[in-house]
């Protein structure tokens, strides 16, 4: 297998973070493809914390080339934050090691603004990292996004900003009453960030055209989580990107067959960040517990993750959604010990029993039908795993019909244990 994808298969924060760093390990590229800096992806190595928003992960293996994809939005004022905080830990992040597409959409201080206003004031609040994703993406889509290769000429780029403020000056200045900055002052100041990220540009395309061809090992790092997916996700509760499968294709830019495999990551239960509904999310002391256990905070807003039992019948859309041929189950170490453990296993939705989630269902409406797990034990010291432990695997398994092919129980890179091969 030279080429596989990693992707979140709940709602983000599945542990895809340690899991890529581990299998960049045997990677020739490493490629984000959509979403970000609202993805925050925490890799411990040793003592040492580190947080990657932007970067991918593929940029603490020496041997390793980072590519960020066309299909990414990249603010180049969270970047340059970022590249200083990676690079005071010690990382290389040379430009001959992190290559980033010159069509890639920029994150303007409008997009941010917009972001900001719609959700302190708008009439749906979703939850967002305020970033400004969504609003990029919209620039994107009405073909009036900036992109990386036009920061680097000043006057064609205030063009640009002015043709872009056009309509979003009205709700500026009459909808959300807020001040911001003429397109010769965000031009400036893009046109500088622009002088940084000049030596990092460059037709990412052929960059891995090449590769494939050159038959490279290459990861597709995934952020968010299929149920976030702006066609396949829980609507309008979602980002804005293609963070399934699909997404790869478009925001990479490769051929189908080039990804031999696609990794789904699932914690052992399930967390939320953000609004929306949650079919199994718990609301009592132990659904409190989970979450102090299992450190759920979000690592990008620092927001505290709804917490809730494994949900089959959504893993099981999930993995149809994306295409996903293993699974990673994460955080396994959480539940150890806990008592009164349950898994969702159907819904009762519309009077019917479904077992999976398709999409127009109003998961808002649906009854979670549980069954008990039994308490498992194990401190994980060996490859051996206790009975129960075994047998909740082999009902995720049984379920969806693919394997797992990866368990994690810590945070360490140490702590995860491969079933399967990758990449080998
Ligand atoms: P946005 O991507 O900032 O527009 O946020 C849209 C929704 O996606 C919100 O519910 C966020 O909480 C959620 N979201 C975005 N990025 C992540 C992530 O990396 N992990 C988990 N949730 C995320």
């Given at each position: ?14 542990g895809k ?6 299998l ?6 490493v490629?984000?493809?959509?979403g ?11 003592e040492?914390?580190?947080v990657?928003?932007?970067i ?7 041997h390793?080339t ?11 004022e969270?970047f ?15 430009p ?9 959409t920029?994150?303007?201080f ?7 206003q ?9 939850g ?6 969504g609003p ?5 889509t ?24 056009i309509e ?23 046109f500088?960030l ?14 891995i ?8 090992k290459?990861l597709?790092?995934?952020a968010?989580?299929v149920?976030?997916?702006i066609d ?5 509760y979602?980002?804005?990107s293609?963070?399934s499968a699909?997404?790869?294709y478009?925001?990479?830019g ?8 696609v990794l789904g ?5 399930v ?10 999310e ?16 979000g690592?990008?807003?620092g927001r505290?993750?709804?917490c809730g039992?494994?949900d ?7 993995v ?7 699974i990673?189950l ?22 019917r029993?479904?077992d ?5 269902i109003d ?12 308490t498992?034990?194990?401190d994980?010291?060996?490859d ?7 047998e909740?695997i082999?009902?995720i ?6 394997p797992?092919?990866?368990l ?17």
């Amino acid at each position: 297998m030279r080429s596989m994808a990693i992707i979140g298969a709940q709602w983000g924060d599945e542990g895809k973070g340690k899991i890529t760093d581990l299998l960049g390990q045997k990677s020739d590229l490493v490629i984000r493809y959509q979403g970000g800096n609202n993805a925050g992806h925490t890799i411990i190595v040793g003592e040492k914390k580190i947080v990657l928003h932007l970067i991918p992960s593929g940029i603490l293996h020496q041997h390793c080339t980072s590519v960020v994809g066309h299909g990414v939005v990249f603010d180049p004022e969270a970047f340059q934050v970022e590249l200083k905080d990676i690079q005071g830990s010690g990382v290389d992040v040379s430009p001959e090691r992190l290559r980033i597409s010159e069509n890639c959409t920029v994150i303007t201080f409008y997009n941010k603004l917009l972001d900001g206003q719609r959700e302190a004031k708008g009439p749906i609040k979703i939850g967002t990292t305020g970033k400004g994703i969504g609003p990029a993406y919209e620039d994107k889509t009405t073909r009036k996004g900036i992109k990386l290769k036009d920061l680097l000429n000043k006057e064609s780029l205030v063009e640009k900003l002015r043709d872009n403020l056009i309509e979003k000056e009205i709700l500026f200045k009459h909808l959300y009453e807020v001040s911001y900055p003429s397109p010769e002052e965000e031009a400036e100041r893009l046109f500088e960030l622009g002088k940084l990220i000049k030596p990092y540009l460059c037709d990412t395309f052929s960059l891995i055209d090449h590769a494939i061809q050159k038959n490279k090992k290459i990861l597709y790092e995934g952020a968010q989580g299929v149920l976030l997916d702006i066609d396949y996700g829980s609507y309008p509760y979602v980002t804005s990107s293609n963070t399934s499968a699909g997404g790869i294709y478009t925001g990479a830019g490769c051929p189908g067959s080039s990804v031999e495999e696609v990794l789904g990551i699932t914690k052992a239960y399930v967390t939320r960040v953000g609004e929306g509904p949650f079919p199994t999310e718990l609301f009592s002391e132990l659904g409190e517990k989970i979450q102090q256990i299992g450190g759920e905070f979000g690592a990008t807003t620092g927001r505290k993750r709804r917490c809730g039992w494994m949900d089959l019948p959504l893993l099981k859309y999930t993995v149809k959604a994306s295409n996903i041929t293993s699974i990673a189950l994460t955080k396994l170490d959480v539940l150890c010990g806990l008592e009164d453990l349950k898994y969702c296993y159907a819904y009762n939705y519309e009077g019917r029993e479904i077992d999976c989630a398709y999409p127009g269902i109003d998961l808002a409406k649906v009854e979670p039908l549980y069954r008990e797990l039994k308490t498992f034990h194990d401190d994980f010291k060996t490859d051996q795993l206790s009975a129960p432990l075994k047998e909740y695997i082999q009902t995720i398994e049984d379920f969806i019909g693919i394997p797992v092919g990866i368990l994690a129980y810590g945070p360490e890179r140490s702590e995860i244990q491969f079933c399967k091969e990758y990449l080998h």
